[in-house]
């Protein structure tokens, strides 16, 4: 069984390869996650798709003893213009673990917590 660390950094290095580029990581409860984006579009919004990815990642990890805790997201540009920024609470992780609320209610509900600078 991996140590929580060892999970953190195997989220962030999973988190890389799906072209979500972390620039602050803070493990605690809740996780503070900050990344750039390559999807930024013309009008400056927060990428639905790397929402989903970043959840995504996360949940594959349950797998491998990450817990949930809530998550609170910062997106930016290339530039490092913020974006915007979101939320996933751990309960909403916990109940689609156990199929109590579908994908699409998860993913409803992050989506109303997306925050535009």
């Avoid at 970043?54 to 213009?81: K, Y």
């Avoid at 609320?101 to 409803?108: G, L």
């Amino acid at each position: 069984m991996s140590t929580p660390e060892e999970i953190y950094e195997r989220i962030e290095n999973r988190l890389v390869s799906h072209g979500i580029y972390v620039t602050d990581f803070e493990r605690g409860d809740p996780l503070e996650i900050t990344y750039e984006t390559v999807h930024a579009g013309a009008d400056g919004t927060v990428p639905d798709r790397d929402i989903g990815r970043l959840c995504n990642v996360l949940r594959e990890f349950r797998e491998e003893g990450w817990e949930p805790v809530d998550l609170r997201a910062v997106v930016t540009d290339l530039d490092g213009e913020r974006l915007g920024s979101w939320e996933a609470e751990a309960a909403w992780f916990r109940k689609l673990g156990r199929d109590e609320i579908s994908e699409t209610e998860f993913s409803q509900r992050v989506l109303e917590t997306v925050d535009t600078a």
